[in-house]
Nanobody, 129 residues
Framework: QVQLVESGGGSVQAGESLRLSCAAS????????MGWFRQAPGKEREGVAA????????YYADSVKGRFTISQDNAKNTLYLQMNSLTPEDTAMYYC??????????????????????WGQGTQVTVSS
């Protein structure tokens, strides 16, 4: 049974940082596709960052490039999302997700929701101005 448990969300001021964690069980993050998604009220869930091939390759949404960093500790089976320079537009529920390993030709689909089979319950991030 695969479980993904997020933590680290909270309320911060614009310009501050947060680090999200996702502890996985029943699934080896080293071997699969791992991602962070977010969903703001009234909006569709969107891909934020993805990590492939045990952390050897990463993808980011344009809106977070240069501010967010996805990483993973394979020994701890834990995925992270370091979020810097947060803005109110980053306010959302953040979800960790896992899916099967992508072939190299399909790596550009790393932020597609359809590529993920397992989802966590989410952790709320609220950024005030």
């Amino acid at each position: 049974q695969v479980q993904l448990v997020e933590s680290g969300g909270g309320s911060v001021q614009a310009g501050e940082s947060l680090r999200l964690s996702c502890a996985a069980s029943g699934y080896s993050i080293r071997n699969g596709l791992m991602g962070w998604f977010r969903q703001a009220p009234g909006k569709e869930r969107e891909g934020v960052a993805a990590s492939l091939y045990g952390g050897g390759s990463t993808y980011y949404a344009d809106s977070v490039k240069g501010r967010f960093t996805i990483s993973q500790d394979n020994a701890k089976n834990t995925l992270y999302l370091q979020m810097n320079s947060l803005t109110p537009e980053d306010t959302a529920m953040y979800y960790c997700a896992a899916g099967p390993r992508l072939a190299a030709w399909a790596a550009f689909q790393a932020l597609a929701l359809s590529r993920y089979d397992y989802w966590g319950q989410g952790t709320q991030v609220t950024v005030s101005s």
